[in-house]
Nanobody
Framework: QVRLVESGGGLAKPGGSLRLSCAASGFSFRDTPMSWARQVPGKDLEWVSGMTAISLDKYYTQAVKGRFTISRDNARNTLYLQMNNLKPEDTGYYYC?????????????RGRGTQVTVSS
């Protein structure tokens, strides 16, 4: 059974940082592309960042390029999203998504999410 559990969300000030983690189980994590998606208030879920499984290539939506960094630890079956220079528009629910790396697949399995709030 696939299980994805996000953590690390919380309240940050503009310009601050947060590091999200996603603990994965129930599938071969090291062989699976992974991504992060988010749902900001009033909008649909959107793809934020993704990472391939073998070549470890990283992809970002334009809005977060240069501020967010995706990474993975295959030994720990964990996906990360380091978020720096946070902006109020980054506020939303962040989800770990299995199986896609360059777009949001609404049919893909994802965790329950973790809330990120950026406010002064």
């Amino acid at each position: 059974q696939v299980r994805l559990v996000e953590s690390g969300g919380g309240l940050a000030k503009p310009g601050g940082s947060l590091r999200l983690s996603c603990a994965a189980s129930g599938f071969s994590f090291r062989d699976t592309p992974m991504s992060w998606a988010r749902q900001v208030p009033g909008k649909d879920l959107e793809w934020v960042s993704g990472m391939t499984a073998i070549s470890l290539d990283k992809y970002y939506t334009q809005a977060v390029k240069g501020r967010f960094t995706i990474s993975r630890d295959n030994a720990r079956n964990t996906l990360y999203l380091q978020m720096n220079n946070l902006k109020p528009e980054d506020t939303g629910y962040y989800y770990c998504v299995k199986g896609a790396y360059s777009y949001f697949d609404p049919a893909a399995e994802r965790g329950r999410g973790t809330q990120v709030t950026v406010s002064s």
